[in-house]
């Protein structure tokens, strides 16, 4: 395993990714949704990986929307969306944002558009269970 690091933009929120994959290898897309398209994220996970975000007292913000299942992590001091969790079977998931890893500049600037508008809670968590990593936030 390789460990890619990086942060929001002031470093109070710490990311660490875990992947066995080369960066080249990754699946980096972007979603349709308002929140994604504000914030210019581009995401990324790898189900045999794991992602640890690690965050200063006071400076974790968890954001929900939508169905509510899923936790936006936002630092509360700079705004930078790092990554989301969820809660899925007895274990937390998630995804990075490569925007907050230190080698963001590796990917493409917009990679495939993704669309779920119209996904029920099955299929979302369905889909995020083939591509989503065990993620551990220390807050």
Avoid at 50 to 58: K, M, W
Avoid at 95 to 122: K, Q
């Amino acid at each position: 395993m390789t460990t890619y690091s990086g942060s929001c933009h002031c470093g109070a929120l710490a990311v660490a990714f875990e992947s066995e994959r080369a960066p080249a290898d990754w699946r980096v897309g972007r979603c349709d949704c308002t929140f994604c398209r504000s914030h210019g994220a581009r995401t990324t996970g790898d189900r045999r990986g794991a992602v640890t975000f690690r965050c200063q007292p006071g400076a974790l913000s968890r954001y929900r929307f939508g169905l509510g299942i899923t936790d936006y992590l936002i630092c509360s001091r700079c705004g930078t969306y790092v990554g989301a969790v969820m809660a899925d079977e007895g274990r937390t998931i998630g995804i990075v944002n490569v925007n907050a890893l230190a080698i963001r500049d590796t990917f493409d600037p917009a990679p495939p558009l993704h669309h779920y508008e119209g996904e029920d809670e099955p299929g979302r968590r369905s889909r995020r269970r083939k591509f989503w990593m065990k993620a551990t936030v220390i807050a």
